[in-house]
């Protein structure tokens, strides 16, 4: 069998699986050729990474350089986000298949030119959206897609984001919202997904409010905090929860800190300095075809880190609870702050998911969940064989086209838009296609 040659484009820490994916687990059945990034020292790192394997490096202005010289079959885009359509359409327009992170792209005019591409290519575009393959999601969309509530006629999504994963939202790239669409493009297209998978209906309106409440430097100084350094290696570690110290972890040093000569690029900004542009509370209405409404809400600076869904039916009622981080130790402690608690006093908000399935007049019944190790609740592992090896029957259809990608970021697009105007906005007023198209 002949190995399927990858390049891949953007070498921050999300490459990390993919690089992995195809020099041990999945190497059987394909090749990394290349490596493309705007930073020649991620790149230099990832190479002592991969030896003694050889693969050739090329900085991002070479991008269809690489092309040319190694040939490969398919473009894997991890780069920030808003290059995302860069690196897609120049790979679709030369009948490559690409493999993108998610959100597929930032705004409505860059899905436009995905779409163009798309539809004039022989290759074909994946979105990796890991949430569909997590085993408790899964068991959701199947006990829905059997009509276990009947019709959905209502659901509510709250996400919490905690003050470690959260606050590193306002650290990053991401805090610009040019670069990343702000949280409703960048995190919670993960979110919308999801709603539109577990329902397999495309959402049809969005009305959003929102705002940045928490960080920033004119929320820090309303609240009472001192002026603080620009960089987070620069606070007190013994007084500042939010201190942000780079050198301390192997990866981000040599990713990040060390990278900073070539570019300028600060990975730790504070989290309450000057700059931030996107939200960090943010709630929406999202009005689906069928009826369904969903009321969604994002929280970037929540104590503990999961999410909550309920589903309302015609014929009773679903809900999911999953704890990701029970809660968040500060830096002040020295230890990692995303462990769960070992000492002596039980946690009365333990990690673990609950679903539970109520018909009417009927009592409770909870589901049992299947446990999986590995990023994104397990999901990660499932999602990787089923890019890299060959489709399989998935009567859950989770694995996420080009047409899921546009439904999913284009619910973000109209937040954002609603946020600036402050009326709801038709999805389809925007000209691209819901409900036709490749899978």
Request: with cysteine; charged share 25%.
């Amino acid at each position: 069998m002949t190995r399927k040659r990858y390049a891949l484009v953007g070498t921050g820490s999300r490459a990390r699986m993919y690089l992995k994916a195809l020099t041990e687990t999945h190497a059987d059945v394909g090749e990394l050729v290349a490596l493309c990034d705007t930073n020649p020292v991620r790149l230099a790192y990832h190479s002592e990474q991969l030896q003694p394997a050889t693969v050739a490096t090329y900085p991002a202005a070479d991008f269809e350089k690489m092309l040319d010289e190694q040939r490969p079959d398919c473009v894997i885009v991890t780069s920030i986000d808003v290059t995302h359509s860069d690196y897609i359409c120049a790979a679709l327009d030369r009948g490559l298949d690409v493999i993108t992170e998610k959100p597929m792209t930032t705004t409505a005019e860059r899905i436009g030119k995905i779409v163009d591409s798309v539809e004039k290519s022989s290759g074909t575009l994946t979105v990796t959206f890991n949430y569909r393959y997590s085993p408790r999601n899964s068991m959701v969309r199947k006990l829905i897609a059997d009509g276990e509530i009947g019709t959905v006629t209502a659901v509510h999504f709250e996400w919490l984001l905690n003050t470690s994963h959260g606050a590193d939202y306002f650290r990053r790239w991401h805090r610009e919202k040019k670069n990343s669409g702000g949280l409703l493009v960048h995190k919670s297209t993960h979110h919308f997904d999801l709603a539109n998978w577990w329902l397999g209906r495309s959402p049809e309106s969005v009305y959003a409010r929102g705002g940045l409440r928490y960080y920033g430097d004119e929320n820090a100084a309303a609240r009472g905090l001192e002026p603080r350094p620009a960089l987070s290696r620069d606070t007190d570690p013994a007084t500042d929860p939010f201190h942000f110290d780079l050198a301390a972890n192997e990866t981000n040093r040599r990713l990040y800190l060390e990278a900073e000569q070539a570019d300028g690029y600060h990975r730790d900004q504070d989290v309450f300095a000057p700059g931030i542009t996107i939200e960090d509370n943010l709630s929406l209405l999202v009005g689906y075809a069928g009826g369904a409404n969903l009321s969604y809400n994002l929280t970037a600076h929540a104590p503990w880190e999961g999410y909550r869904v309920g589903f309302t039916g015609t014929a009773g009622r679903l809900e999911i609870e999953v704890v990701e981080s029970s809660w968040v130790r500060p830096a002040t402690t020295n230890v990692d702050p995303t462990a769960n608690d070992d000492g002596e006093h039980a946690d009365v908000r333990p990690k673990g998911a609950r679903i539970l399935l109520q018909k009417h007049w009927q009592q409770a019944t909870e589901v049992e969940v299947q446990t999986s190790s590995g990023g994104h609740g397990g999901g990660d592992v499932i999602l990787l064989d089923d890019l890299f090896r060959e489709p399989r029957e998935d009567a859950l259809g989770r694995k996420a086209g080009y047409l899921d990608g546009i439904r999913s970021v284009l619910v973000g697009v109209a937040g954002n838009q609603s946020l600036e105007t402050g009326l709801p906005v038709r999805l389809a007023d925007h000209g691209f296609p819901l409900e036709e198209g490749p899978a």
